[in-house]
C-alpha cells in the first residue's frame, strides 16, 4: 500500500511536527505528545482533556481551542496515550478550577486515563472523568467491556467544551458530558479494511463486494457481513437500529461522519438517506454534521451518530468553536 509517510516508527512525530506549523494557535509538545490551547491555562475554566490512539483524525488534537478541547494525548496508532501525558495535559490547562477527562471506552484509554487521574490528584488537580459509550453495534468486544466509544466523542467534547468556555464548575460540565453522552447512539458501517503504516496492508479481510455492518474504529468486527447495499439500504439498516437504541423524544443532532476513506460526495448523498429516514420515523433534525470527524485511517465506510437535544445542549453546541476542524461562530 501507499502512503504518504517517511517510516512508520516517526508517523506521529511527523504529523504533530505538520500541525505545529499550520496551527501556530496550539501548542504542540511533539517530543511528549500533547497538544494544547495556546492560551491555557485560562483562568477560572475548568479544563477539557481528552485523547486517543492516531489514526482517528481530526479526533483529538484537531479538536483543541475555544469550545471545545483545553488539549489531547495522541497515542501511537490505534494505541492509548500513557499517564504520563495525560498528567502533563491536566497540568498544563489546570486554573484551579478542576479538569475533566474525556474518555473513549476502550480498555487501554481507560486503565491509562484512571491511572492518569489518580497522579494528578497527587499533584492537587481536581480531576472528573467521563465514559463515552455510545455504538449500539455490539456490547463488549476486542477492546472493549460494555458498548465502544465513538461519534458520540465529538459531541460529549464540543458541548462539555462550550459549557467550559462559558465558566461553568467542573461539577456541572461532568454533569453535561455525562448527559450528552447518555442521549447518544452511533452505528459504522466498513466497506474496506484499514490499512496501519506498522503492517503497510489491511488489517482484516473483508472480500469484494461485501460490507461489514457495525465495524469500530479500530476495524473490530460488528454484528454481521452482508452482500454490498446501496447507501438507501445501509441509511435503513444504520438509522433503525440507532434510532430504536435511543428512542429519542426530542430533536437530535446528526454526525453523518466518513471513516476516512469515503469522499463527501458520497457523504452527502449518505445524509439525504439518513435524513429520509429521520423524516418516516418522525424524529426531528436540530442540526447537522457531515464530514470526516471520527475516522479509521483510510478505511471507506461511515458512521451515523443521534445527539437527543433539549434547549440547553443545542445552546451548547451552537456556541463558538474555534479549532483546527471544527469552527463556527465569532
Known amino acids: 500500500m501507499k502512503m504518504l509517510i517517511n517510516v512508520p516508527e516517526t508517523v506521529v512525530a511527523d ?13 504542540v509538545d511533539v517530543a511528549n505528545r500533547v497538544v494544547v490551547r495556546g492560551d491555557a491555562p485560562v483562568a477560572g475554566k475548568v479544563g477539557v ?13 484537531g479538536f483543541v481551542g475555544p469550545g471545545m478541547l483545553s488539549a489531547a494525548c495522541p497515542g501511537e496508532v490505534f494505541t ?17 478550577a478542576g ?9 487501554g484509554d481507560v486503565l491509562n486515563f484512571d491511572m492518569a487521574a489518580e497522579l494528578a490528584e497527587d499533584e492537587g488537580i481536581q480531576v472528573a472523568k467521563v465514559l463515552v459509550n455510545d455504538d449500539v453495534a455490539v456490547t463488549d468486544s476486542l477492546y472493549t467491556a460494555g458498548r465502544r466509544g465513538t461519534g458520540a466523542t465529538l459531541f460529549v467534547e464540543k458541548l462539555a467544551g462550550a459549557a467550559a468556555e462559558e465558566g461553568a464548575p467542573l461539577e456541572r460540565v461532568e454533569a453535561i458530558a455525562r448527559r450528552v453522552n447518555d442521549r447518544s447512539r452511533s452505528f459504522g458501517v466498513a466497506l474496506s479494511a484499514v490499512t496501519t503504516p506498522a503492517k503497510g496492508s489491511p488489517t482484516f479481510d473483508l472480500p469484494e463486494g ?18 454490498m447495499m446501496t447507501s438507501r439500504e445501509i441509511a435503513d439498516f444504520a438509522v433503525h437500529t440507532v434510532v430504536e437504541d435511543l428512542r429519542p423524544s426530542s430533536p437530535v443532532i446528526v ?29 426531528p433534525v436540530a442540526r447537522t454534521l457531515v464530514g470526516n470527524y471520527v475516522t479509521s485511517l483510510d478505511m471507506a465506510g461511515c458512521s451515523v451518530t443521534l445527539c437527543q437535544v433539549d434547549e440547553e445542549l443545542l445552546r451548547l453546541w451552537d456556541a463558538p ?3 483546527a476542524a471544527l469552527r463556527w461562530g465569532r
Open 80 to 96: 492509548s496515550p500513557v499517564p504520563d501525558q495525560m498528567v502533563r495535559a491536566a497540568a498544563a490547562v489546570d486554573s484551579g
Open 99 to 107: 479538569v475533566l477527562f474525556v474518555v473513549k471506552n476502550y480498555t
Open 210 to 227: 461485501e460490507l461489514e455492518l457495525g465495524i469500530g474504529i479500530h476495524g473490530e468486527p460488528g454484528r454481521e457481513r452482508r452482500a
Open 321 to 323: 468553536v474555534q479549532t
Open 255 to 283: 454526525l453523518v461522519n466518513g471513516m476516512g476513506g469515503t469522499p463527501l460526495l458520497e457523504l452527502y448523498g449518505f445524509n439525504a438517506e439518513v435524513q429520509r429516514v429521520l423524516t418516516e420515523r418522525g424524529v
Open 49 to 61: 482533556v481528552s485523547g486517543g490512539g492516531s489514526g482517528h483524525e481530526p479526533l483529538h488534537g
Open 15 to 27: 504529523a504533530l511536527r505538520g500541525m505545529a506549523a499550520a496551527h501556530p494557535e496550539l501548542s
